[in-house]
C-alpha cells in the first residue's frame, strides 16, 4: 500500500519585519543577516495568534467535510505550545469542527515534532487504511530582541493530510533516525524565549546530517544520485547550505550544481518567512513543490530537532501533484503581508496577555484568534 501526503497547507502570519531594517536597527551590515544568515524576511505574528490559531489557519486551508468524516488520527507537533497539559490538538476540535472519534495528541520533541507525527501517521494509515490523519506543524520562533537568534525568528503553520494512495508525497518507508542528549537549544518551562548555543546547534545539525546520511547510504545501499533533492530542516536558510555542502565531496560538480540548484528553490518561502521551527522541514517542502518539483523525483528529507533527535526519510513526488496545491492562495497569502516598522514589532513582541484578557474581535485580522483568556483558561474564537 502507498501512503503519504495527500494534501499539504499553510499558514503566515500577515505581517513581517524586513531584515535589512532589522539589520540596521541593531548596527549589523545588511549582508551578514541576508547573505551570511539567508534571510529577506521574518514573519511577525499579533499577540491573538498563537500555536493554536496558525495551526487552526493552516489546517482549515486544506480540509473538505469528506476529510474531517475520514480523519482518525491528529497530531500537532510544536515547540510554543500555550498549555503544559491540555494539547494544541484538543483546542483545535471545536475550531475546526471535527468529529469526535478521533485520537489526537501533541508532539514535542523541538523541530522534530511534525516528522515524529508524520512517521505516527504513516503507521497508523497502514494499520487504518480507509483512516486519514491530519498532521500540522505550528510553531513561533522567539529568542529575544538583540540576541544573536532574533535574525533567525519566524512564525507559522503547515498542515499535511496523510492517506493511502497520497496524490502528493509517496512515503518510501526508508528511514534512518538517531537521538543523543545535546545542550545546543532548548526553552525552559519559564521562559517564552528559547536558549541557544547557537555555534554549536549548527555543528550538531551538521553531525547529524552527516551520521545519517552514511547511515542511509549503508542501509539502503543508495548514493547521493539516486535522489534528485535534498531537503532540509530550515531555521534559517544559510543552515541546510552547511550540511548539504559536506555532500559535495562525494558527487560530480554537476550533481553537486543541481542538488544547490534545488535547494534554493526550497528556500524560497523560508527567506521570507523565517524559522518555523518544526514546520521549516515542510515549509520548505511546499516551497520545492511550487517552484520547481517534478513528478516521479526521488527526494530526501533531513529533519532534526535540537536536544537532539534527527531523521533522513525519503519519499517520491507523486503524478499531478501541482493540482493538489493551491499555489494562487499561497504565494498571495505571501504577497499580501503588511510590513512593520522595528519599533511596531518592539512594541507587539513586549505584549504580553494576561488572565482576564478580552481581545476585541473589530481589531482581529485572521480567522482564528484568541478571545479571551479566563480564569487562565485560553478561549479562541472564529471570525464569522
Ligand atoms: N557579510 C556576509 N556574511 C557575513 C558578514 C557580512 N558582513 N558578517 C558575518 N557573516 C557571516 C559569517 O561569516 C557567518 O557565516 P558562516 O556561518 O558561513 O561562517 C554568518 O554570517 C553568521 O555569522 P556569525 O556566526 O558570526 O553569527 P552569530 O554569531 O550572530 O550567530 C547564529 C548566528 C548562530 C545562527 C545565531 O543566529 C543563532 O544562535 N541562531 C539560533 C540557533 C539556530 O538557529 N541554530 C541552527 C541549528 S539548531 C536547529 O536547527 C533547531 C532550530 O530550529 C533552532
Excluded at 490559531?53 to 515547540?79: N, R
Excluded at 513582541?349 to 482564528?368: A, H
Aim: charged content about 25%; aromatic content about 10%; hydrophobic content about 35%.
Amino acid at each position: 500500500m502507498s501512503i503519504g501526503i495527500d494534501k499539504i497547507g499553510f499558514y503566515v502570519p500577515k505581517e513581517y519585519i524586513d531584515i535589512v531594517e532589522l539589520a540596521q536597527a541593531r548596527d549589523v551590515d545588511p549582508n551578514k543577516f541576508t547573505i551570511g544568515i539567508g534571510q529577506d524576511k521574518q514573519a511577525v505574528p499579533e499577540p491573538y495568534q498563537d500555536a493554536v490559531t496558525m495551526a487552526a489557519s493552516s489546517a482549515d486551508s486544506i480540509l473538505t467535510a469528506e476529510d474531517k468524516k475520514d480523519l482518525g488520527l491528529l497530531i500537532v507537533g510544536t515547540e510554543s505550545s500555550v498549555d503544559e497539559s491540555k494539547s494544541t490538538a484538543a483546542f483545535l476540535m471545536d475550531l475546526l469542527e471535527l468529529p469526535e472519534d478521533i485520537r489526537s495528541y501533541e508532539i514535542k520533541q523541538a523541530c522534530f515534532g511534525a516528522t515524529a507525527g508524520l512517521q505516527a501517521a504513516y503507521d497508523f494509515v497502514s494499520l487504518n487504511p480507509d483512516k486519514k490523519a491530519l498532521v500540522i506543524a505550528s510553531d513561533i520562533a522567539r529568542y529575544g530582541i538583540k540576541t544573536p537568534g532574533e535574525v533567525t525568528q519566524g512564525a507559522g503553520s503547515v498542515a499535511m493530510i496523510i492517506s493511502q494512495n497520497p496524490r502528493i508525497l509517496k512515503l518510501d518507508h526508508k528511514s534512518v533516525y538517531m537521538t543523543r542528549n545535546v545542550g545546543d537549544f532548548w526553552r525552559p518551562t519559564f521562559s517564552k524565549t528559547a536558549f541557544a548555543r547557537g555555534k554549536y546547534s549548527n555543528e550538531v545539525y551538521v553531525e547529524f546530517f552527516e551520521t545519517l546520511w552514511n547511515k542511509y547510504q549503508t542501509k539502503y545501499d543508495v548514493t547521493a544520485d539516486d535522489f534528485s533533492t535534498m531537503l532540509f530542516h530550515i531555521p534559517y536558510t544559510k543552515m541546510g547550505t552547511k550540511a548539504l555542502r559536506t555532500v559535495e565531496k562525494s558527487v560530480s560538480a554537476d550533481k553537486y550544481k543541481k542538488l544547490t540548484k534545488h535547494y534554493q528553490e526550497s528556500i524560497k518561502f523560508s527567506r521570507e518567512i523565517g524559522n518555523l521551527y518544526t514546520g521549516s522541514l515542510y515549509l520548505g517542502l511546499l516551497s520545492y513543490l511550487i517552484n520547481a518539483a517534478q513528478e516521479n523525483e526521488k527526494v530526501l528529507l533531513f529533519s532534526y530537532g535540537s536536544g537532539a533527535v534527527g531523521e533522513l526519510y525519503s519519499a517520491e513526488i507523486q503524478p499531478g501533484f501541482e493540482k493538489m496545491i493551491d499555489k494562487n492562495l499561497i504565494l498571495d497569502e505571501m504577497k499580501s503581508r503588511q510590513k512593520l516598522s522595528i519599533p511596531d514589532y518592539e512594541k507587539i513582541y513586549q505584549v504580553e496577555y494576561k488572565n482576564g484578557t478580552m481581545v476585541d474581535p473589530s481589531e482581529v485580522d485572521t480567522k482564528f484568534y484568541l478571545s479571551a483568556i479566563k480564569e487562565n483558561e485560553r478561549l479562541y474564537k472564529k471570525l464569522k
